[in-house]
């Protein structure tokens, strides 16, 4: 009797092994789940870094003018590095004989066109970041709908603009500083030395009004750079899910995000496009005017302001013209989708009703009717229709994503300026623009003085 108590007390608890199990089951769940919010933790804080190192660069430049006092110290420093500083030391190095290795309209012009399109950069991209901050201004904001997921290669492509820009200012400030030192070995002061002091302040303001532009234009190339990674990502949505109004929520934000970079962007590019013409313009003019020898000394300055202006433009333009396309290629890609799926889901139609049709009990009525029907070919020709309900949500189906692609056909998207897109035509309309402007400068300034 006591063994049999002891039997059924020892069925009635529960298997020891299963309590261990689950342990460790939950164990396993909850070192996962921390482990994923460490690695979550971890991403933010390198993200976190990476805005507080380009955050710290562009305060260095003037950029950051959140208060009076940064606002008051940001302008008046560029007043003075950019503009009072270059002035005054083309005053100080005028000389008997030094029109051969310095010509001083030349000098002022190459000021004059550098600080402008500096002052352009620093009051359209210090107007945003003070109304938007760093987060906002380029979309990385945690808590506006962005994905942990993207934190990787938010992190890269803030690290790689940061090497375009050190690539691209590099060269520029090597040939600047070798054509200083031509110009200190060949122009004659009273002293070596007064020239050094004379040059040296020259290459540290055009390093950083030349700074100054060339960051700007790699900011906006950066966040164009990082809506192109959820473009990316867009398209590879569309092998994901099957949800059509997952694409086209989706597909809103993307194009509401481009729509607020071309808003606070549009007096940039227009600005900035407008400086380097006229002074690529008027350099073209002055040195097709001028009678002298044009050497590296007098006018080497004309080619590396040129370069860095250009570049600036490119970049600009590459960056723009690079996400419209991608913004507009996303239709092409839907239309694609749209006729696999179409495709894809017919066939399964049919498959699914020829396979109910083909497994069917056969009764003695079906053998009677395949047995007597008019022909062989008539009976193997025979296939099941599919039904009211297969029909309606197929066609359900094929209209919205129908509707989809016809909804990004109508808005396609993209970096515009007042309406026009920056697209190859934009691109196209400029350049013959640029070659009528120096067609007519040619024609003023050469034909006329051979003649």
Not at 158 to 186: D, G, N, Q
Not at 312 to 327: D, K, P, Q
Not at 339 to 354: E, F, I, M, P, Y
Not at 417 to 437: A, S, Y
């Amino acid at each position: 009797m006591g063994d049999n108590t002891l039997l059924r007390s020892d069925e009635e608890q529960p298997p020891p092994a299963q309590i261990p199990l689950l342990s460790s089951n939950l164990q396993n769940d909850a070192v996962g789940g921390l482990h994923q919010r460490q690695q979550e933790i971890r991403t933010s804080n390198r993200l976190d870094d990476s805005l507080e190192y380009l955050e710290r660069f562009l305060t260095c430049l003037g950029f950051n003018q959140s208060s009076l006092l940064s606002f008051s110290l940001s302008w008046a420093a560029f007043t003075v590095v950019g503009v009072l500083v270059p002035v005054l030391a083309l005053e100080l190095s005028q000389c008997d004989g030094c029109e051969i290795y310095q010509i001083k309209n030349f000098e002022v012009g190459i000021v004059a066109s550098q600080a402008c399109l500096a002052a352009v950069s620093l009051f359209c991209i210090s107007f945003n970041l003070r109304k938007y901050g760093i987060r906002r201004f380029l979309f990385v904001d945690r808590y506006g709908g962005q994905m942990v997921r993207f934190t990787d290669l938010y992190v890269k492509q803030i690290a790689a603009s940061m090497r375009l820009l050190i690539w691209w200012l590099l060269p520029c400030f090597i040939l600047k500083t070798a054509r200083e030192v031509i110009r200190i070995l060949y122009v004659q002061h009273e002293s070596r030395w007064i020239s050094v002091a004379i040059s040296v302040p020259l290459t540290l303001s055009w390093t950083y009004v030349s700074t100054i532009s060339l960051s700007a234009s790699i900011l906006f190339h950066l966040l164009c750079n990082l809506q192109f990674i959820h473009f990316d990502d867009y398209a590879k949505l569309l092998e994901r899910e099957s949800d059509v109004m997952v694409f086209i929520e989706e597909h809103i934000r993307l194009r509401y995000h481009l729509s607020k970079i071309s808003h606070r962007f549009r007096i940039f590019l227009l600005l900035q496009f407008l400086v380097v013409t006229v002074s690529q313009v008027v350099t073209l003019f002055q040195t097709t005017v001028y009678s002298g020898m044009i050497n590296l000394s007098n006018g080497g300055d004309f080619a590396i302001s040129a370069i860095v202006q250009v570049v600036g433009i490119i970049l600009c333009l590459h960056a723009a013209t690079r996400i419209s396309h991608r913004a507009q290629g996303i239709a092409s890609f839907a239309c694609r989708w749209h006729a696999l799926a179409t495709c894809t889901s017919t066939d399964a139609c049919l498959r699914h009703s020829n396979s109910l049709g083909s497994m069917e009990p056969l009764s003695q009525s079906n053998l009677l009717d395949i047995t007597f029907s008019e022909s062989d070919l008539d009976s193997m020709d025979y296939i099941a229709m599919p039904t009211t309900t297969q029909l309606a949500s197929y066609m359900s189906s094929y209209h919205r994503r129908q509707a989809f692609v016809m909804y990004l056909q109508a808005n396609p998207g993209g970096i515009t300026i007042f309406g026009w897109t920056v697209d190859r035509g934009l691109i196209n309309t400029i350049f013959f623009l640029e070659l009528t402007l120096v067609t007519f400068v040619l024609g003023q300034t050469v034909v006329f003085n051979s003649a």
